[in-house]
C-alpha cells in the first residue's frame, strides 16, 4: 500500500498493484485497473518513487539497477 493525498487533503492507502496508470493533466491521476480515476495532490514523479519502493519492500524488484557494461 503507498500512502497519497487528496486534493481535500484527506490521506489514504492505495493498493499500487491496482495502478494502471498515472498522468499529470496538469492535476495527478491516478487510472486503476478497474476504471476508476483518482487525483491526488503527489507528483507523478513521487506517485511512481512511491509505488517503486513498495515494490522493492516487498521484493519484486531490486535494490539497484546495473548498468549496461558493468
Request: proline share 3%.
Amino acid at each position: 500500500m503507498i500512502e497519497l493525498t487528496k486534493l481535500n487533503g484527506q490521506v489514504f492507502l492505495l493498493s499500487a498493484p491496482l495502478i494502471e496508470q498515472v498522468e499529470a493533466l496538469p492535476d495527478t491521476t491516478i487510472t486503476l485497473i478497474n476504471g476508476k480515476k483518482m487525483v491526488v495532490k503527489e507528483s507523478k514523479q513521487e506517485v511512481r518513487d512511491l509505488a517503486n519502493a513498495f515494490y522493492r519492500r516487498i521484493g519484486l524488484i531490486g535494490l539497484t539497477v546495473r548498468e549496461e557494461g558493468v
